[in-house]
């Protein structure tokens, strides 16, 4: 079975190299925390959590294998339907950056089943940081901030955020730069993730992946995870906070007004489509 693996690794080592990107792989030796690896790699630590699967950032052993890319990035699967544009939107990029750094000649040339190539150095570079915040994920508002009856205890409750429906799988990326304060299981918040600047606090929740650690320092525009539907979920989405001294406040009046659509147009704003104050 090693063999079978040892084979496949090198074929898809071979494979990818003449993109512009290689793949290889590290086995953690004993004493190697995931932090250490990635700084000795010259890689980040989420790009390498995004790209193993069953990888767990506290909890690594002595002979596993971890597979890393350089330059550092993260991959992207085509599914049926996708198109070239909203990919780029969703990693708030190009459809330039992205035809240049996977060397593709046509936007319209994708197969499902297909995986793309996103450098970190493209990722959020369309990102509005006029507001010091930026939008964690690509998507549509579609539960606002305030009082509203839960989807699924049919009761009245204060809604503390906003959430916002994409895809599963969707990236999710760090609003602010800032220390991880939580990263797990978090009740009905599903796997979330907390970082504070020192002043503001921002919560991701339902996450399907977490591609952060508790005391790492991340950047803003960092992917830090992926959408899903876990915990009181009716579906995919992001249930993004914002929160000043444990007191919540509206995510939309400190978000930018803008969205970048990946082929040079700017999007509607959940403002003017009445999800504002």
């Not at 939107?89 to 499902?112: C, D, G, M, R, W």
């Not at 916002?164 to 009905?188: D, K, L, N």
């Amino acid at each position: 079975m090693k063999k079978v693996i040892d084979v496949f690794l090198l074929f898809f080592i071979v494979t990818v190299s003449y993109m512009g990107y290689s793949v290889y792989h590290y086995t953690v030796k004993s004493g190697d925390t995931l932090s250490l690896i990635a700084q000795r790699l010259g890689v980040s630590v989420d790009s390498i959590l995004d790209l193993n699967l069953m990888i767990n950032a506290n909890k690594i052993y002595s002979g596993e294998r971890i597979l890393y890319v350089k330059p550092d990035g993260v991959f992207q699967s085509v599914n049926k339907g996708d198109a070239l544009w909203h990919i780029a939107a969703e990693y708030f990029t190009t459809v330039k950056s992205i035809l240049k750094n996977n060397h593709l000649k046509s936007p319209n040339l994708l197969f499902p089943g297909e995986k793309l190539f996103i450098p970190s150095t493209i990722m959020c570079k369309t990102s509005d940081k006029k507001t010091g915040v930026i939008w964690p994920v690509f998507g549509e508002i579609t539960s606002p901030y305030g009082w509203r009856i839960n989807p699924i205890t049919r009761k009245k409750e204060f809604h503390a955020g906003v959430d916002i429906g994409a895809p599963e799988g969707t990236p999710v990326f760090s609003a602010i730069s800032g220390i991880v304060t939580y990263a797990g299981w978090y009740g009905g918040y599903g796997n979330m993730i907390q970082i504070f600047n020192g002043h503001m606090l921002t919560r991701y929740g339902h996450l399907s992946k977490i591609d952060c650690y508790v005391g790492e320092h991340v950047k803003q525009g960092m992917i830090i995870g992926r959408i899903g539907s876990t915990g009181l979920s009716t579906g995919p989405h992001l249930h993004f906070e914002i929160r000043i001294n444990g007191t919540p406040y509206n995510p939309l009046g400190y978000l930018p007004y803008v969205y970048w659509s990946g082929e040079g147009k700017k999007l509607p704003t959940p403002y003017q489509e009445g999800m504002g104050y």
